[in-house]
C-alpha cells in the first residue's frame, strides 16, 4: 500500500466528529495494508468516504476530460452500489481511486457489528481487488484506460461497447480475488442479484421489440439490447469470479 495515501471524508454523519472520522480511516487504512499484503493496490491513488456518495463518485478528478457515463452509482432497484473504484490519471500514470459510501464503510471500525463488519470488510478487499485489476490492465494494454478509442471504431458507438466489456472484466477479476475475504452468504447473494436481472431481461428485451415495430429505430433497438445483456454478463460475472475465488 502506497504511503501517501490520503483517506478524505466528504462530509460526516450525525454524532461524528473529528475523533470519530480519525478513528475510522486509521481503521480502514490498518485494514487495507493487511489486504494489501495478498492483494496489490500499490496503483492506489486516493480513498474517498462520502455521506452523498453518488455526488462523491460524479465528482472524482479523472485526471483528464471525460464525456462518459461510467461514474454513475448502480441503483436499478436490484441493486444498489457503495463503493466504487475509478480510473484515473496522474502524471500520465494510470492509477485507481476508491469511494466508499460512508455508511456502509464504517462498520469496518466496529468488528462487533457482526455481519455488518463482514460486508465492510469484504467490500474494502472487492475495490483493493479493483485497483490491482485495473493496474494488471493497464499493464497487459498500456495507454487504452481513459485514452479515446479510434476514430474508426466511432461508429460503432464504442464507449458503451467498451464500458460493458470492460466492466464484465473487472468485476470478475474483482470477485475471483476478493472471495477469500467474502461471507459465507456471498455466493447467494450474487447469484440471486443475477436471477432478478435475467427475469427482468426478459421483459425489458419484449418492449425494446416492441418499439422496434413502431419506429424502426434499428440504433435504438441494437443499443438497447447491448444495454440489457451488458448489464445481465456483469451480473453473471460476479458470479463467476467469486465461485472460481472459491474454488467451486
Not at 72 to 83: K, L, R, S
Not at 228 to 238: D, E, P
Amino acid at each position: 500500500m502506497p504511503a501517501n495515501v490520503n483517506v478524505v471524508f466528504e462530509g460526516m454523519l450525525d454524532g461524528d466528529n473529528e475523533e470519530t472520522l480519525r478513528e475510522i480511516a486509521n481503521v480502514l487504512a490498518g485494514h487495507m495494508r493487511v489486504i494489501s499484503e495478498h492483494i496489490d493496490i500499490s496503483m492506489l491513488d486516493r480513498v474517498t468516504i462520502a455521506t452523498d456518495y453518488a455526488t462523491a463518485v460524479a465528482n472524482v478528478d479523472r485526471g483528464i476530460e471525460v464525456s462518459d457515463h461510467t461514474n454513475q452509482p448502480t441503483n436499478d432497484g436490484i441493486a444498489i452500489g457503495v463503493a466504487m473504484t475509478i480510473s484515473v490519471l496522474r502524471d500520465g500514470v494510470a492509477k485507481s481511486h476508491i469511494v466508499f459510501a460512508h455508511e456502509a464503510v464504517r462498520a469496518i471500525a466496529d468488528p462487533n457489528a457482526d455481519e455488518a463488519y463482514r460486508l465492510a470488510l469484504y467490500m474494502v478487499a472487492h475495490e483493493c481487488a479493483h485497483v490491482e485489476g485495473q493496474h494488471k490492465f493497464n499493464t497487459a494494454f498500456p495507454n487504452l484506460i481513459l485514452r479515446p478509442a479510434p476514430e474508426s471504431w466511432d461508429s460503432l458507438d464504442h464507449n458503451k461497447w467498451k464500458y460493458a466489456i470492460q466492466l464484465a472484466f473487472d468485476e470478475y477479476a474483482a470477485s475471483r480475488v476478493s472471495a477469500p475475504f467474502g461471507r459465507s452468504s456471498q455466493l447467494s447473494a450474487y447469484i440471486d442479484t443475477f436471477e432478478e436481472t435475467f427475469k427482468r431481461s426478459s421483459l425489458a428485451t419484449k418492449e425494446i421489440l416492441r418499439a422496434w415495430v413502431i419506429d424502426r429505430d434499428f440504433e435504438k433497438v441494437f443499443h438497447g439490447m447491448f444495454q440489457v445483456y451488458g448489464n445481465l454478463m456483469v451480473r453473471s460475472a460476479y458470479v463467476m469470479g467469486t465461485m472460481d475465488g472459491m474454488g467451486q
